[in-house]
């Protein structure tokens, strides 16, 4: 009886270790199992990358320029080299850019350019200063390297505006009419009133005017329009070698005269023209005809000091003098 037990206890429990042994076999499996699902996974993980990379590689990333206005902080225009033909045709590609930045500084018929002329500051009655608006340059040369520059990894470019604010100094405003450095005198007819009006107007537009060192001086952005509308009358005027009526004439005998001052200064002429006909009063080649949006008299005060454009209309008789402070006298003449 205790040998037969014995035996039934000996049974169960070889039975017990291989239910055992059975459960762990098992256990092996399934981690061999998930050893090959991780396995596979990580090749489709990494089929996926190179896939990825490949279309990276066959796609390069877009290029683009952001052409941005410094003072509003506002991309004015957004270029694709590529699309233009950066890499292809650089030549192309940079001629294209620089007719671009070309009009965006000077302007179009229907639209301002960077490019401002300066209105030059002047001084009123009571001798105080009217401000003016300073010059505004937009460097072409300079903007064309930065687009170049860039086209090659993209980002944003600012516009390089050089603003050149009046030469001189706000203690130079009282002495400016200390002395003259230069004058000269024309005569006109007293018994023209039209032409005699424009002649007043004009001159009245130049006086005052202070030109400061570097400055540059344009007489029609200075005088302003010489239309009905402020003031001008018709008189005779010179279009293509023919004395004619129209508003205004009369306007570059001012002109004129302001150029047979200024020219016994150091400065530069950027502008000046001769009229179509001859003139009686200044003497032959020594005119400068204006016409508000066409023809201009314009230099650049290159004489080393600061001056004022003093105008005196009496009756038949126009005279421009420049004055200056006694301590820049010597500067001035000196240029003479």
């Known amino acids: 009886m205790y040998v037969k037990r014995k035996w039934i206890i000996s049974f169960i429990l070889i039975g017990s270790l291989l239910g055992l042994a059975g459960c762990s076999e098992k256990t092996t499996k399934e981690k061999a199992m998930e050893k090959k699902i991780a396995e596979l996974e990580k090749k489709i993980d990494q089929g996926k990358k190179a896939k990825k990379a490949k279309q990276t590689k066959e796609e390069p990333k877009l290029i683009m320029v952001n052409v941005v206005d410094p003072t509003s902080k506002k991309v004015i225009k957004t270029i694709n080299p590529k699309e233009m033909g950066f890499g292809t045709d650089d030549n192309k590609y940079k001629q294209d850019i620089e007719a671009w930045v070309k009009e965006i500084a000077r302007g179009t018929e229907t639209t301002p350019g960077y490019d401002q002329r300066n209105v030059p500051d002047r001084i009123d009655a009571n001798g105080q200063v009217i401000k003016g608006s300073p010059r505004v340059v937009l460097e072409e040369a300079e903007l064309v390297n930065r687009i170049m520059e860039a086209s090659t990894k993209g980002g944003n470019v600012e516009l390089p505006l050089t603003v050149q604010a009046s030469g001189y100094r706000p203690e130079d405003v009282p002495l400016l009419g200390e002395v003259v450095v230069a004058s000269y005198t024309t005569s006109f007819n007293p018994s023209v009133t039209g032409r005699n009006r ?112 003093k105008t005196i209309y009496g009756n038949g008789t126009l005279t421009v003098e420049i004055r200056t402070s006694a301590q820049y006298e010597g500067v001035l003449k000196k240029a003479v």
Do not use: K, W
């Open 198 to 309: 424009n002649i007043e107007l004009s001159a009245a537009a130049i006086n005052n005017v202070i030109v400061g060192t570097d400055d540059y001086f344009s007489f029609n952005t200075t005088v302003g329009p010489s239309d009905e509308a402020h003031g001008y009358q018709p008189a005779q005027e010179a279009v293509d070698g023919v004395l004619v009526m129209g508003i205004g004439g009369g306007i570059c005998q001012t002109s004129s005269t302001l150029f047979n001052a200024v020219d016994q200064l150091g400065v530069s002429y950027v502008e000046r023209h001769h009229h179509s006909v001859t003139v009686g009063y200044v003497p032959a080649g020594r005119d400068a005809t204006v016409s508000y949006g066409g023809v201009d008299f314009r230099f650049q005060n290159t004489a080393g000091a600061p001056f004022l454009i």
